[in-house]
Nanobody, 115 residues
Framework: VQLQASGGGLVQAGGSLRLSCAAS????????MGWYRQVPGKQRELVAE???????NYADSVKGRFTISRDNAKSTVYLQMNSLKPEDTAVYYC??????????WGQGTLVTVSS
């Protein structure tokens, strides 16, 4: 599975961005799709994930501000980020997990929120 993320950039605090991640290749059997983020010196953390059945899970820090969605026909997952804060600045990675338990990672896209 290959993952291509896009949509990162520079935005002022309070602004919005929409990340997209398109999966290609052997996408059969993909269960959950999600977004993680990482800042230098810290562990990568889960931001949001969505299962094939549409169940979602969010980090407490983004609840009410971020919305994850997926288009199964396009094998694409989205992350709508609103009311962005400087502490949301990070490299965002998309990831998919197959029913086999295998994880696949995208290359990361940088989100910078200025104060």
């Amino acid at each position: 599975v290959q993952l291509q993320a896009s949509g990162g950039g520079l935005v002022q605090a309070g602004g919005s961005l929409r990340l997209s991640c398109a999966a290609s290749g052997s996408v059969f059997g993909v269960d959950s799709m999600g977004w993680y983020r990482q800042v230098p010196g810290k562990q990568r953390e889960l931001v949001a994930e969505i299962t094939s059945g549409g169940n979602t899970n969010y980090a407490d820090s983004v609840k009410g501000r971020f919305t994850i969605s997926r288009d199964n026909a396009k094998s694409t997952v989205y992350l709508q980020m609103n009311s962005l804060k400087p502490e949301d600045t990070a490299v965002y990675y998309c990831a998919v997990t197959k029913y086999t338990g295998y994880n696949y990672w995208g290359q990361g896209t940088l989100v910078t929120v200025s104060s």
